[in-house]
Structure formats: structure tokens, C-alpha cells
């Protein structure tokens, strides 16, 4: 990977050295606010879901999980109709709160975070499913309250289920491109992600640049996944080989 980096710079030449790294910069403030919102939310709203009926479990599970099947064009339509100055909710966001979403880095989160929850949400979900129901009896017993079980052993228990949905909310996060180019635009320096620059420079004929930013992605992306993977590897040290 490295050395197809030294390739395009040779080959790009003075262009490849004049490039805006702004857009680095952005995706990877977009993708750790997003995942940090979307993680403390999908824990909670998860933990919710589990304690509900049926029924209400399977409305709310569907509500929830529906960005991850709608494409991302529609989800950005959405976000766009609430969010617009046109309509009430973002009217009062300007007025009462001095926020601005649409074309805004405000709106490349809010896409993130939409398209990535789902994610994190079903992740942590089937992570608590699997918990050992014995465990939260037990804690039951030594009169622990529901929210010390929940905080102090399910949460634990269900920790490499809940990484595993971060690495993937983040990854998903800086790799928006459908919802942020609706709801936040491609401006360069402001809302200009990754994703987004490599579709702009494409348009523009600027293969070599597009290239290079889709090798930074590959780059980025294999060094989080690798990266998780060291830092929560201890909890596979006791399983044994097939």
C-alpha cells in the first residue's frame, strides 16, 4: 500500500503535493464524534429494547434499523426536510440555539450518525443476547440494582460484541458519502469528507488524486480494524484453535 503511495506522488508530481488534507481532517472528526454519540446511544437504546415486549421490541428494532436498509440518498432527503431553515424544527435550531446543520459540518455528523447507529445498535444488541441470563440472576441475588447489572455485568460481559460494533459505526462513519452529500454538500475545507472529495475529484478528472484518497481510506480503515484488534485480542487468548 505504501508503495503504491510513492507511485502516485512520483507519477502526480507537483499535483499530488498540492493537495488539501482537509478533508482527512473532517472525516476523521466526523467519524469520532459520530461513533462517540452513536456508541453511548446504542448501548443505552439497546438496554431499552432488550427490557421491552415483543411486539414493542420488534416496532422499535425496525424503526431503529431502518437507515441501515434505505439507501443513504433517502435517509439524507429525510434528514434534509427536518433540518432545512425552510421548515420549524430548523428554524428553531438557528433562532434558539445559533445551529446551522444543512451545509454545515454539523450536517456531516448528523448523516454519519443516522447512517452509522444502526450499526452500533444491533451489534450491542445481539452482544446483550448472548449474555448468560445466570450472571444478571446472580446479581439479582446479591441485590444489585438493575443499573448496576446492567453497567457492571452486562455491559463487561458484552464487551468485545460492543467494539466490534464501534469499529464497524466508525468505519461506517467516515465512510458516508450519500447522506453527507445531501444533508451537508461537498464544500472543500468545510464539509468536504473522503468520500466525498474522491467523488468530486472523479468528477473532475482528477484520477490521480481520487486514487490517492482512496488508498489513504484503505489505509486508515485496515489500520482501525488491525488496531481493535490488538487492543481487544486478550479476550481470544484462552480460545482454542479448530
Known amino acids: 500500500m505504501f508503495k503504491l503511495l510513492r507511485i502516485y506522488k512520483i507519477r502526480g508530481g507537483k499535483r499530488l503535493e498540492k493537495i488539501d488534507w482537509s478533508p482527512l481532517l473532517i472525516s476523521l472528526k466526523t467519524g469520532i464524534v459520530a461513533t462517540a454519540i452513536s456508541f ?25 434499523t431502518l437507515p441501515l436498509v434505505l439507501p443513504p440518498t433517502v435517509a439524507g432527503f429525510i434528514l434534509l426536510l427536518i433540518f432545512s431553515l425552510r421548515r420549524p424544527f430548523g428554524i428553531f435550531l438557528l433562532n434558539h440555539l445559533g445551529i446551522k446543520v444543512v451545509q454545515t459540518w454539523y450536517g456531516c455528523v448528523m ?31 446479591l441485590g444489585l440494582s438493575e443499573r448496576k447489572i446492567f453497567w457492571k455485568i452486562i455491559v463487561p460481559v458484552a464487551g468485545p460484541g460492543i467494539a466490534s460494533g464501534t469499529v464497524l459505526t466508525f468505519a ?13 454538500g461537498n464544500i472543500l475545507g468545510k464539509t468536504r469528507t473522503i468520500s466525498t472529495a474522491i467523488a468530486a475529484e472523479v468528477s473532475a478528472g482528477n484520477y490521480d488524486i481520487a486514487a490517492f484518497w482512496v488508498i489513504v481510506i484503505i489505509i486508515l480503515s485496515f489500520a ?6 490488538v487492543l481487544t485480542g486478550h479476550g481470544m487468548k484462552n480460545v482454542k484453535r479448530w
Open 40 to 64: 453511548i446511544l446504542g448501548i443505552i437504546i439497546a438496554g431499552l429494547v432488550m427490557r421491552a415486549n415483543k411486539k414493542v421490541k420488534w416496532i422499535l428494532d425496525g424503526i431503529l
Open 111 to 141: 448523516a454519519a450518525i443516522v447512517i452509522a447507529f444502526p450499526l452500533m445498535y444491533r451489534n450491542t444488541r445481539a452482544a446483550f443476547e448472548q449474555v448468560d441470563i445466570n450472571l444478571i440472576y446472580a446479581g439479582r441475588t
Open 172 to 184: 461506517r462513519a467516515i465512510g458516508e458519502y450519500g447522506a453527507t452529500t445531501m444533508l451537508a
Open 224 to 229: 482501525i480494524v488491525v488496531s481493535i484488534n
